[in-house]
């Protein structure tokens, strides 16, 4: 009796009690069933269930799509409204064929395309500069970003009428109205993602004896880089509604005349097709331009992980 009320009396006092020689740690410890756990495996496991979660949002985002589509297609077939206020998916297509045959859809995508393409790359540049001198000085952050956030409540059409008594009916005009709906995104963005660096890096980066003339292009800009991706991004997309909001007032040729030209030959099916159009080439642009980038750049980062 005393010999089997020893190990709770050992246990109770804290003292561990003495093992017997035929008796090794092993022993005392269960096997687990199953294969062992590896951080390998773990990391594949995780990379599966994100690529299972990915397929199944692309075909939730299909669906949704095409569930439009439908909706949209029975809601001219029961004649819910009248086809010259908002014409059939058919209708649409059908204008938007004429529209390519008779030369004049291509001609203005390209004409838009090119004039954002001159347009956001002077914003661009100008929003990089001046963001990385709003990053660096916190007294002018606090002027010019009080400044931006006040630009950026103006719609894009706004900036239109300024731009024909500045310019007159030149490109110059549409370009000046491109700048001026970007480049205060941009600016923001470059500005909040310098001053979000760690000091750390930037210490490290001088102690390594970086010059300080280097330190904008070698350590600043790369470190700042995720979040100017995400403000290129906002940018481009502003940009693009400043692009069609002025030629809608000021151009002979673009996307944004032929809804001007819609809308003055009273063409549903017209005005319909530009805008669908007009979306489809934002969002082909945003993914598979700007959200390609931002992804290689998130995962080299180590931000988010590939598959």
């Given amino acids: 009796m005393k010999s089997l009320q020893e190990p709770s009396l050992d246990r109770a006092s804290g003292v561990q009690a003495p093992r017997s020689p035929g008796t090794s740690r092993s022993a005392a410890v269960p096997a687990s069933s199953g294969s ?28 949704f799509y ?88 103006l719609p894009s059409a706004a900036w239109a009428p300024i731009s024909l008594l500045l310019f007159g009916l030149s490109d110059r005009g549409i370009y000046f109205v491109i700048i001026m709906s970007s480049v205060a995104a941009v600016g923001i963005a470059t500005a909040d993602g310098i001053l979000h660096i760690p000091p750390l890096y930037l210490r490290a980066a001088r102690t390594l004896g970086t ?19 995400t403000g290129i991004k906002l940018g481009w997309t502003l940009g693009w509604h400043g692009a069609v909001s002025a030629e809608l007032i000021k151009s002979s040729i673009g996307l944004g005349y032929l809804l001007y030209m819609g809308r003055e030959l009273n063409d549903a099916a017209q005005v319909v097709g530009i805008m669908v159009v007009t979306i489809l080439f934002g969002l082909v642009l945003d993914r598979f331009l700007f959200g390609l980038a931002e992804h290689r750049i998130r995962i080299r980062r180590g931000l988010e992980r590939t598959g």
Avoid at 44 to 63: C, D, E, H, N, Q
Wanted: charged share 15%; proline share 7%.
């Fill in 36 to 63: 062992p756990r590896t951080p390998g495996t773990e990391v594949t496991k995780a990379a599966t269930r994100t690529r299972a979660s990915s397929a199944r949002s692309r075909y939730y985002v299909i669906g």
């Fill in 66 to 153: 095409l569930a439009l589509l439908i909706g949209w297609q029975l809601a001219s077939s029961f004649q819910v409204t009248h086809d010259y206020l908002f014409p059939s998916p058919a209708s649409v297509a059908k204008r938007l064929w004429e529209l390519g045959t008779d030369g004049l859809l291509w001609p203005s995508i390209g004409a838009t395309l090119f004039r954002m393409a001159v347009g956001f790359s002077i914003s661009a540049c100008l929003g990089l500069i001046l963001g990385l001198v709003m990053g660096m000085s916190r007294i002018i952050n606090s002027c010019l970003k009080s400044f931006f956030l006040g630009i950026q409540t």
């Fill in 211 to 229: 010059p300080f003339y280097a330190m904008p292009l070698r350590v600043i800009l790369p470190a700042a880089l995720p979040r100017i991706v």
